[in-house]
């Protein structure tokens, strides 16, 4: 199955059952302290990862990147979580809306807050501040791998983001995650019907083998 079909797939999906798919998996990516800046927004695409550090003696840019980011890819940006200066603001957000850019996470901060909320743009942080990253941080590596919370993201690696938070899914995982979080779901699914018919929760849960669902399997 092609990139493309998996994105298409999991946009179907919400991030609690990709999370408990990939529990059961044994495989991290959960990105903890990622949360919407407008609540309601989502997205599902693939990561452009972006790498910043601090300055030195010489300044290096901050934003270019922006203009190599495909339609449908997700900003992905390791700013080793700073708090202190952002790395992303209006300027950025006008772009990556018009562009067609899936969404943005970044560990650490955003700012222009109002832009973001009227575009409903889909980005995810863990904060805001006002301050720039202009000679504060740089951009030095672009698609390398980066760290968003302790969790390695890979240019091409699959993200889903929506209000529970964001989930980053290895490329080379993406079918059996896929799979798995599909069976998870139908269950959940069943639990809520039982549920609504009248059923106790106890016995929803029991008939579903709810209790196993996230257990992780016997390698």
């Given at each position: 199955m092609s990139v493309k079909h998996f994105v298409s797939e999991?946009?179907?999906?919400?991030?609690?059952?990709?999370?408990?798919?990939?529990?059961?998996?044994?495989i991290p990516g959960g990105l903890?302290?990622?949360k919407p800046v407008v609540p309601g927004t989502s997205f599902c695409g693939t990561a452009f990862t972006v790498h910043y550090t601090a300055c030195g003696?010489?300044?290096?840019?901050?934003?270019?990147?922006l203009d190599d980011v495909q339609q449908g890819e997700v900003v992905v940006i390791d700013n080793a979580g700073r708090d202190y200066c952002t790395v992303w603001?209006?300027?950025?957000?006008?772009?990556?809306?018009?562009?067609g850019?899936?969404?943005?996470?970044?560990?650490?901060?955003?700012?222009?807050?109002?832009?973001?909320?009227?575009?409903?743009?889909?980005?995810?942080?863990?904060?805001?501040?006002?301050?720039?990253?202009?000679?504060?941080?740089?951009?030095?590596?672009?698609?390398?791998?980066?760290?968003?919370?302790?969790?390695?993201?890979?240019?091409?690696?699959?993200?889903?983001?929506?209000?529970?938070?964001?989930?980053?899914i290895p490329q080379e995982y993406a079918e059996k995650v896929l799979a798995t979080a599909k069976e998870i779901a139908v269950k959940e699914a069943g639990i809520e019907k039982a549920l609504h018919e009248g059923a106790t929760l106890k016995e929803a849960r029991g008939k579903a083998g709810y209790h196993s669902?996230?257990?992780a399997e016997k390698k």
């Open positions: 999991f946009a179907k999906l919400d991030t609690p059952s990709i999370s408990d798919a990939m529990d059961k998996l044994s903890l302290g990622i003696a010489v300044a290096g840019t901050v934003g270019d990147f603001g209006d300027l950025m957000t006008i772009t990556a809306a018009r562009n850019v899936a969404g943005t996470v970044i560990d650490g901060v955003c700012r222009d807050i109002p832009v973001i909320r009227e575009r409903k743009y889909p980005i995810f942080t863990k904060g805001t501040y006002m301050v720039t990253g202009k000679d504060r941080v740089y951009v030095d590596a672009v698609n390398e791998p980066v760290s968003i919370s302790g969790i390695q993201v890979k240019q091409g690696d699959i993200l889903l983001g929506d209000d529970s938070g964001v989930i980053a669902l996230q257990t």
